[in-house]
């Protein structure tokens, strides 16, 4: 265990030491802070916030009845938003519960709850760049600097080199990503204030097709665990993928690629599946890694 510690600490200097990773970091924080003072300044101010929403329920419903040739995603968004616009008036609802849409004809104003909801929505590229610049390179660089075999100086077992680099890379996204909803909290809560976060979120279940209400943290919480599962996957398949090649921008590529698909045909997925999926990819990864000839490298 203490030869594994050694490892990882090793690794975690290895990492710090990447200017790119303190860029994208930066990159990332200035986007919370810069997305949240927008839009507080373009926040827009509503007398009725109830009556807003039966606005946009009615002109939704009109747009339903008359709008020909509406494709799959905009009818479903639709339903969804009124639906929710439909929740708020009836129930005297004060505050945006449109988590996924907006009526531009009966905007609500937005505060920091649901801006908080929204932080993947609006942010999770730069989070899957900082997940794939990290995993990309956790290996292949050792490969393209040479220096995979200062690794074997020590007798270490691969085994444990390659435990070492996964429980890292795992350890470091789980860290930031709490780190960037934690700053998106507090960045909100100072811009917005933070009373809004003791509201419910309230959410348009897909499948049941019936609305949800349930405690912010619950489901901040719940969301945080779906995308984390995800991201472990990602980082799983991209040291499987070091493990084949040294070549860090074709590894880009793929893992990046893998991450649009999930997200552009929206798979749904559970995060022990997930999990599931990510050990056996690291199995494969630590197998490749043994019969691996470093002696060539």
């Given amino acids: 265990m203490k030869k594994v510690n050694e490892l990882i600490e090793n690794e975690l200097i290895k990492i710090f030491r990447r200017k790119n990773i303190y860029i994208l970091l930066l990159i990332g924080i200035l986007m919370i802070v810069g997305y949240s003072i927008v839009q507080k300044i373009t926040n827009p101010k509503v007398d ?81 760049f900082i997940v794939i610049a990290i995993s990309s390179t956790i290996i292949s660089e050792e490969y393209s600097k040479r220096t995979i075999k200062n690794l074997f100086v020590k007798p270490h077992k691969r085994t444990k080199i390659m435990c ?18 934690l700053l998106q909290y507090i960045v909100g809560g100072l811009i917005f204030g933070f009373d809004s976060y003791n509201l419910d979120a309230i959410i348009y279940n897909k499948s049941s097709q019936n609305i949800d209400v349930m405690n912010l943290t619950y489901y901040m919480l719940n969301l945080i665990i779906n995308k984390i599962s995800l991201y472990i996957l990602l980082i799983s398949i991209s040291i499987l993928i070091s493990a084949f090649t040294s070549n860090i921008a074709l590894n880009i590529l793929i893992s990046l690629g893998i991450y649009i698909i999930f997200n552009y045909y929206n798979i749904a997925y559970s995060p022990i599946i997930l999990i599931v999926f990510a050990i056996i990819i690291d199995i494969l990864s630590l197998i490749l890694f043994q019969k691996k000839d470093i002696k060539n490298e």
């Fill in 48 to 128: 009725d916030i109830v009556k807003q929403y039966e606005k946009g329920y009615e002109r939704d419903k009109l747009y339903l009845e008359y709008q020909k040739n509406i494709d799959d995603e905009k009818y479903e968004e639709i339903i969804e938003r009124i639906a929710l616009e439909k929740y708020a008036f009836e129930n005297n609802i004060q505050y945006n519960i449109l988590l996924n849409t907006e009526n531009t004809n009966a905007p609500v104003p937005k505060d920091a709850r649901i801006i908080l909801m929204k932080i993947f929505d609006n942010f999770e590229i730069i989070f899957v």
């Fill in 164 to 181: 070492s680099k996964i429980i890292t890379n795992i350890f470091l996204v789980i860290i930031i990503i709490v780190c960037m909803v």
